[in-house]
């Protein structure tokens, strides 16, 4: 065979495969294609590919050999099983120095092993989170790229030069070690179904509470997207709502309202848990699904249980403006909590994150693109050691703006009867964090009452009997006994 000619190869035509290999190639790249079903390759590079710089490959020694040194070769394959399979039929093919890099949705656990037994035998493993779906890969995706750090110098004109660029500057950055892409790509998707969650909730009290058409709804729409919530998910829902069936009629609304989801928010809403960050907003969302899920149950208890008959009375214009805020309010908590978590993540795993570079990859190209993340970008780069986005004059300023109309906002859903569990847990969080004092008190007392796990005092009480920085036991009925079960655990 003469000298290879393949800069990068790519494992899987579905229509994200295809459209990232098009992308490459639109950029002077030449991509080897390959598919476990070689009759997809044939008929790509009869169609779509013909014509262009790219290269199909009937087998995986096909695939290997007509790849440059070092070979990269991208997995864009089903989660789980199937990277791990075609990892394995890689290696005998490969040679040290060689980068295998998983470009689907994998659970950064995952992609931690697969990156230290890859490490060991001399491979270098990446795994880079893809977001835009179908549009994003053809016209220009955000990359996450992550894993062996002597990966990046050989990658990142190929990433930097197919993503989507944000005033001039590529939504692609390496992100760290291991599997930190993954991480980061878990977690935009953990914001992004915050955001679909608080959206639905606005359309809700549109809908049911202010009575509008799905039309009218649309109209709304398209006028927020002009402002301060200007972004894709708005835009989209713009365009979805305004869609109508073949009777005249608005498909959404004939759309059974049972969510599906593919484990992505449940990860980052378990990660939360497991790192003790007040993810709440994604956590909600992730429920709402849940709750969405069981539709025949919902429908009999629609016919059991009562709620308040309360209709809407006064100016629909001035709710509509109240919502927007509300709306915004509400994810700028969501984002300021998924910092959060990349943040305790950075501590808990080593991982040394560029807060602003992350940013600037979700600001174009990803499903949660806005303007509102150039914002958080500034944020960062003036301030990389930021220790919550609300403290950000620009986020507090809003923040501020909003309140009232988020509050009230609120009430009118109680009032209606209308669920907006991620607007009142965004607002629960806000009200939460701004607290000096909690009721944990009281929580660790009763905790020392019945299990005496015991307490710490604060230090305005400390005493002989009270020591500061002590985990206390106190003997509260006199009859319980001076051993404590555990130490004070936050």
């Not at 190639?25 to 013909?50: C, I, L, P, Q, W």
């Not at 040394?352 to 992350?358: K, P, Q, R, T, Y």
């Not at 509102?372 to 004059?393: H, M, Q, S």
Request: charged share 25%; proline share 4%; with cysteine.
């Amino acid at each position: 065979m003469s000298d290879p000619k393949g800069d990068i190869g790519l494992i899987g035509l579905a229509v994200m495969g295809q459209n990232l290999i098009l992308n490459a190639a639109d950029h002077g790249y030449t991509v080897v294609a390959y598919n476990r079903t070689v009759s997809k390759v044939d008929h790509f590079m009869e169609n779509e590919a013909k014509g262009k710089s790219i290269i199909g490959a009937r087998s995986i020694q096909e695939l290997v050999a007509n790849l440059k040194r070092p070979r990269r070769i991208i997995l864009l394959v089903k989660a789980g099983a199937a990277v791990d399979a075609f990892i394995d039929q890689l290696l005998p093919h490969l040679e040290k120095g060689d980068i295998i890099i998983d470009g689907g949705n994998s659970h950064f656990p995952d992609s931690n092993r697969r990156y230290e037994q890859l490490k060991e035998k001399g491979f270098l493993f990446v795994g880079s989170g893809v977001s835009g779906g179908e549009e994003g890969a053809r016209n220009g995706p955000s990359l996450m790229p992550g894993g062996h750090p002597d990966a990046w110098p050989h990658l990142k004109n190929i990433f930097q030069d197919i993503a989507a660029k944000s005033d001039g500057e590529p939504c692609c950055d390496w992100v760290g070690p291991s599997g930190s892409g993954h991480y980061v790509k878990m977690v935009h998707n953990g914001i992004e179904y915050g955001d679909m969650q608080l959206i639905c909730e606005a359309y809700d009290l549109l809908k049911r509470g202010v009575g509008l058409s799905d039309n009218e709804i649309s109209e709304v729409f398209a006028k927020w997207n002009t402002g301060v919530l200007d972004s894709y998910l708005i835009e989209i829902t713009r365009d979805v709502l305004s869609y109508n069936d073949e009777d005249g009629k608005a498909l959404v609304s004939k759309i059974m309202d049972r969510a599906g989801q593919k484990g992505t928010g449940k990860w980052t809403a378990i990660n939360a848990l497991d790192l003790g960050m007040p993810v709440t907003l994604i956590g909600e969302a992730v429920f709402s699904r849940n709750l969405s899920a069981i539709k025949e149950e919902r429908e009999r208890a629609s016919k059991i249980l009562s709620g308040p008959t309360a209709k809407f009375t006064g100016d629909k214009q001035q709710f509509i403006d109240e919502l927007e805020q509300a709306l915004y309010a509400s994810k700028i908590i969501s984002y300021a909590q998924g910092f959060m978590l990349i943040r305790e993540a950075g501590l808990e795993y080593g991982w040394d994150f560029n807060n602003a570079g992350i940013a600037l990859m979700w600001r174009g190209g990803c499903i949660i693109r806005s303007v509102f993340l150039g914002e958080i970008t500034k944020a960062y780069r003036a301030n990389p050691k930021l220790e919550n986005l609300l403290f950000e004059p620009f986020f507090k300023n809003a923040i501020d703006k909003a309140q009232a109309s988020w509050r009230k906002t609120i009430g009118t859903a109680i009032a209606w009867g209308i669920p907006t569990p991620a607007f009142s847990t965004a607002l629960s969080f806000y009200d939460g964090y701004r607290s000096a004092r909690l009721p944990a008190n009281l929580l660790q007392a009763q905790r020392d009452y019945f299990g005496a796990h015991t307490f710490r005092v604060l230090p305005e009480f400390a005493s002989k009997r009270l020591p500061l920085d002590k985990d206390i036991h106190i003997n509260w009925t006199g009859t319980g006994g001076d051993v404590a079960a555990s130490t004070y655990d936050a």
